[in-house]
């Protein structure tokens, strides 16, 4: 994968990676293109995927929840999402 490539890929928002991601897969599983341009679309499609990982790890760091404690005092701490 090019450079120009990678930062293409990083520039993406997880809407956009996933789309693309579903069209390779769409693309792949037809059966319908050649050796290697299949070849360039896996490891296209295994960057999409680190990538919407990444932008997945990253919202699940952001997500918090607001807790009220026993004598009323409202903060906000990180959620257990599995």
Known sequence: MTTTAKSTIDDLSFEQAMAELESIVRGLE?????LEA???AYERGAALKKH???????????IE???????GTIKAESAEID
């Not at 037809?30 to 050649?34: L, T, V």
């Open 52 to 62: 919407c990982e990444k932008k997945l790890a990253g919202a699940k760091a952001r």
């Open 65 to 71: 929840k607001i807790t009220v404690g026993s004598n």
């Open 30 to 34: 037809s059966g319908d293109i050649e």
């Open 38 to 40: 299949s070849i360039e």
